[in-house]
């Protein structure tokens, strides 16, 4: 190799790629002088008098968005809640049952605390529903509501184009930086000939009320729409758990995603179908859906809603989208117009709290329609677990305490079927009776099973007894049962419910056997967290009641002929009492006290009808021991 080419290259070759990327250099920079930025001064130049036809005389950033596009304002997202809320300028409120503050430059709802509900039973931390966008450990954060103004551009009749009223750069001003119970803020723009005030209320629950009130002081007519927004950032899963834990599992007990009225019409979308793009259904191609005669819509978590409550008696459209980790429910509202020189006042609402009961069925009667069915009261068992509820709430303000009324409930419930369950016992009793002739007919006729079918009937006949007689209480108490389990899960006045040594109505049993039924300090969720041996060791005292009722039950009534189905008859309590031990505690509680009526109304109907029981026979067989007779 010459010593020239050392480097893979000679002399000149290098002179003349040392020329080139020059060149090449110049180039780049004199296109973007001479032919690029002209072109974006044009374009700017363009949407400048386009905006002053409309009668907008700022100018208008290119990055002004639609009413349906979100832009981010500040460019670094804070790594904390704190963070979040000292470096911004805000509104504080305290209410009577929530706290937090608003966004003063876009007047979003986006820092919200319940003060009546926590995030864990402890009762330690208020639950934080609506939270500032935060980025913390790689996880996005964040939960706003609010509503905007968008004006229409019509200078090109072909193409016309909102714009947003308050830019990324604008600001309202705020008559004062702190409300209290029964106080107002008012808000204050102006651009362009257009004036907004906009006064914000909050009333004694969830409800926050903008009145605003569009003044043109302009020379022409102004076309305005109003724009509600419902932003969700992060993992749907991630949110759930942080707002409260455990709410992500319980997706298959309560609707938890997308919930609407429109035009009385309830619509619903999971969070799952969100995530994968799949929007309101009914949607047109653009991923609207219109409403004639008003209605609302929302993102509902299991006890907790975030709504927009457009103006009633006036159309909107909504659609919900999702990018990235950002999913975004938008509303447009009906447009207004506002001559020249001339106010219109408009006003929306954004509910954001806890789907209290008495609370939604309290707008519902101010006229927001329907939103008492914000609650998943179910579709099959609507028209039972809606009322089961209403008495069970109805019980509560009598007695004080909903375990108390959860026991009056059932005793309610089972008043009605007293005559079916004592024609039901009778029948047993009757079968009871007639074990040991069954048992002579299946010796007899052992190998002659139609026979022997034939006699039992024969049987029966003589005796007036009814097999299926048994079976008729339970047709009733099987939705009363679904309908008990639906209510207990999916209504927030059972959450973080005590009752005796139940510290949460809507949570499993909180005793186990492992801890010594909380006689040792080890918590019951950490022993039925044991691998294969928590599922034994992790039963509480209610699942324990329940497997020993049901097996007394069993005992006064007549066994199965065939000794597989007596075999797994009684096997049935056992298992019951694991699958129980995952329930509800305020369900378990339902049924334990329900088998103790039972056993009770069971053993004294056989006792009238001349059957002696098991538990007579165990009473007999002490009394036996305990004598001085010896037994023969």
Not at 103 to 116: F, H, P, Q, Y
Not at 385 to 399: D, E, G, H, V, Y
Not at 405 to 431: D, E, G
Not at 549 to 577: E, G, K, N, Y
Request: net charge negative.
């Amino acid at each position: 190799m010459l010593p020239n080419q050392q480097n893979g290259m000679d002399p000149q070759d290098q002179r003349n790629f040392i020329i080139a990327m020059a060149l090449m250099i110049v180039f780049v920079f004199g296109y973007q002088a001479f032919v690029l930025d002209p072109a974006a001064k044009r374009a700017a130049a363009e949407r400048e008098a386009a905006a002053a036809e409309a009668g907008i005389t700022d100018t208008v950033d290119s990055t002004t968005p639609s009413p349906d596009v979100v832009v981010d304002a500040a460019p670094a997202v804070p790594e904390s809640i704190e963070a979040a809320l000292d470096g911004t300028e805000r509104i504080t409120f305290d209410m009577d049952r929530v706290d937090g503050s608003i966004l003063l430059k876009t007047s979003e709802i986006d820092d919200l605390n319940l003060k009546d509900h926590y995030k864990t039973v402890a009762r330690e931390e208020e639950l934080r529903l609506l939270r500032p966008r935060t980025t913390l450990e790689g996880k996005t954060s964040g939960y706003s509501a609010t509503w905007n103004w968008s004006v229409l551009n019509d200078a090109d009749p072909q193409n016309p184009t909102y714009f947003q009223v308050l830019r990324p750069e604008d600001s309202w001003t705020a008559s004062t930086d702190a409300i209290d119970n029964g106080e107002t803020v008012t808000l204050n723009f102006e651009r362009g000939g257009i004036a907004l005030q906009r006064v914000i209320s909050i009333d004694e629950n969830y409800m926050f009320t903008f009145q605003d009130t569009i003044t043109n002081n302009s020379a022409r007519d102004f076309t305005l729409s109003p724009n509600g927004y419902v932003r969700r950032y992060g993992a749907w899963k991630d949110f759930l758990e942080e707002t409260d834990p455990g709410s992500s599992r319980k997706m298959g007990l309560a609707h938890q995603g997308l919930i609407g009225i429109f035009d009385n019409s309830l619509t619903m979308r999971n969070y799952k179908n969100l995530f994968k793009n799949k929007g309101i259904k009914d949607a047109d191609q653009t991923g609207f859906r219109a409403a004639e005669e008003g209605g609302w819509i929302g993102l509902t978590d299991m006890y907790w809603m975030a709504a927009l409550i457009p103006e009633q008696g006036r159309t909107w459209r909504a659609r919900v989208q999702q990018k990235e980790n950002l999913l975004e429910l938008v509303v447009d509202a009906q447009d207004v117009q506002v001559a020249t020189g001339q106010s219109v006042t408009i006003t929306n609402q954004v509910f954001a709290g806890a789907k209290e009961y008495n609370v939604v069925r309290g707008y519902k009667a101010d006229g927001v329609p329907r939103f008492d069915d914000s609650i998943d009261w179910g579709n099959i068992l609507y028209y039972i677990t809606r009322p089961f509820f209403a008495l069970l709430n109805w019980l509560k303000t009598q007695i004080g305490s909903f375990g108390w009324a959860i026991l009056a409930l059932t005793v309610i419930v089972r008043a009605p079927l007293i005559p079916l369950y004592n024609q039901s016992y009778k029948s047993m009793a009757k079968m009871k009776k007639l074990s040991e002739p069954m048992k002579e007919i299946q010796e007899r006729f052992k190998a002659d099973p139609q026979r022997r079918q034939q006699e039992v009937m024969k049987l029966y006949q003589r005796e007036k007894a009814n097999p299926l007689a048994g079976c008729v209480p339970i047709l009733f108490t099987i939705p009363v049962f679904f309908a008990l389990y639906k209510t207990l899960y999916v209504t927030i006045e059972m959450r973080h419910t005590a009752f005796w040594f139940i510290n949460d109505l809507s949570a499993p049993d909180p005793t186990a056997i492992g801890n010594l039924f909380g006689l040792l300090p080890w918590a019951a969720a950490d022993v039925k967290a044991i691998p294969l041996l928590g599922f034994v060791i992790g039963i509480g005292i209610l699942p324990i009641l329940y497997g020993v009722t049901m097996a007394a039950i069993q005992a006064l009534s007549p066994p199965p002929p065939d000794p597989t189905q007596r075999t797994i008859m009684m096997a049935l309590p056992f298992v019951f009492m694991f699958v129980f031990g995952g329930f509800a505690a305020g369900l378990v509680l339902y049924w334990v006290w329900s088998n103790f009526l039972s056993l009770f109304q069971q053993y004294f109907i056989m006792r009238r009808n001349g059957v002696e029981t098991q538990f007579d026979k165990l009473i007999n067989r002490l009394i036996g021991r305990g004598s001085s007779t010896p037994a023969e």
